[in-house]
């Protein structure tokens, strides 16, 4: 599946931003989806995931409370809400797309979309 993530920019700590993940196939539904983000210089890393229709998610430590993950697979579409954001949220963050697995390490991610680039400031 083809993936396109969009909704990234600057914003100062504190702030939030809603980033999208839309992917091109029609059943959507058929696939989980996970958001991941990497900082300069550093590996790419889970942050987020859904899985494919029962509404369970899961968060990397660092943003529980802060982010949430939410679908609409009518729309395949996929939402990060990102709440009281801090400097070190700076990253690109990608979205990624599983059939089979919820996509919580980069391995278990089949399809990935581009990009978006989410800066903070302190």
């Known amino acids: 599946v083809q993936l396109q993530a969009s909704g990234g920019g600057l914003v100062q700590a504190g702030g939030s931003l809603r980033l999208s993940c839309t992917a091109s196939e029609g059943t959507f539904s058929r696939y989980a989806v996970g958001w991941f983000r990497q900082a300069p210089g550093k590996d790419r890393e889970f942050v987020a995931a859904?899985?494919?229709?029962?509404?369970?998610?899961w968060f990397a430590d660092s943003v529980k409370g802060r982010f949430t993950i939410s679908r609409d697979n009518a729309k395949n579409t996929v939402y990060l809400q990102m709440n009281s954001l801090k400097p070190e949220d700076t990253a690109v963050y990608y979205c990624?797309?599983?059939?089979?697995?919820?996509?919580?390490?980069?391995?278990?991610?089949?399809?990935w979309g581009q990009g978006t680039l989410v800066t903070v400031s302190s």
């Open positions: 990624a797309a599983n059939l089979y697995r919820i996509p919580m390490t980069t391995a278990l991610a089949n399809d």
């Open positions: 859904a899985a494919w229709t029962s509404g369970m998610t």
